[in-house]
């Protein structure tokens, strides 16, 4: 149980052009979902917190027009990477969480997103 | 705000050996701390997390960590460590709004 998918799990694209990564949560409702962005050898970053029905909330130094993300039903939270350039080369991963319940604190992680932008 | 650091990047280990990754953390606040392991091509999983009440706490494929409050640290131990257990491990700390906050990770990898 609690299994989240990514899609795509490997992107490439053109410089200037936008890219949208799709979140799922499979066999749960996510109330909240999470967007991280990880760095080769380094840890994730948060970036944004969306909760269904409502606006993101972005982390600070995350750009939100550039970084658009959707969360319109229970299962499932998109993130539009616009007008891309290479410096958005990065892994991207999402999480999601069911409001109260026994495991309220626990986010469950997709695969993760391979950009690149070339 | 909180911030996690593990003290090792990598660590080598043999089969069977025993394996402690260790993590220190800063918040101003009560928190919930978790280690997740992440295995090639997959996403994270979380192995156990501390939220209250004993300090010790045992998670899957046998590992349990120690909450230790005055020095502010959650290190994680396995008494002998599998070729299976080679992964990358996080430490992560949220305060009551759930937000995480991961350390740089630590390479484990277990040879034979």
């Known amino acids: 149980g609690a299994v989240v998918s990514q899609h795509p799990s490997r992107v490439i694209c053109k410089s200037g052009t936008s890219v949208k990564i799709e979140c799922r949560s499979l066999?749960?409702?996510?109330?909240?979902m999470f967007w991280y962005r990880q760095f080769p050898k380094q840890s994730l970053m948060l970036m944004a917190t969306s909760n269904e029905g409502s606006k993101a909330t972005y982390e600070q130094g995350v750009e939100k027009d550039k970084f658009l993300i959707n969360h319109a039903s229970l299962t499932l939270s998109t993130l539009t990477v616009t007008s891309a350039h290479p410096e958005d080369s990065s892994f991207y991963i999402c999480?999601?969480?069911?409001?109260?319940?026994?495991?309220?604190?626990?986010?469950?992680f997709g695969p993760g997103t391979r950009l690149t932008v070339l | 705000a909180q911030s996690v650091t593990q003290l090792d990047s990598q660590v080598p280990v043999f089969e069977e050996a025993p394996v402690e990754l260790r993590c220190n953390y800063s918040?101003?606040?009560?928190?919930?701390l978790f280690w997740y392991v992440q295995y090639p091509n997959q996403g994270l999983q979380l192995l156990l997390k501390?939220?209250?009440?004993?300090?010790l706490v045992k998670g899957i494929n046998g590992f349990e960590a120690e909450f230790n409050k005055s020095q502010t640290s959650f290190h994680l131990r396995k008494p002998s460590v599998h070729i299976s257990d080679t992964a990358e491990y996080f430490c992560a700390v949220s305060d009551r709004d759930y937000k995480l906050s991961f350390g740089a990770g630590t390479t484990v990898t277990v040879r034979a």
């Open positions: 501390y939220l209250s009440g004993s300090t």
């Open positions: 066999d749960f409702q996510a109330t909240t």
């Open positions: 999480s999601a969480s069911v409001a109260g319940g026994p495991n309220t604190d626990t986010q469950y």
């Open positions: 918040s101003s606040v009560s928190v919930y």
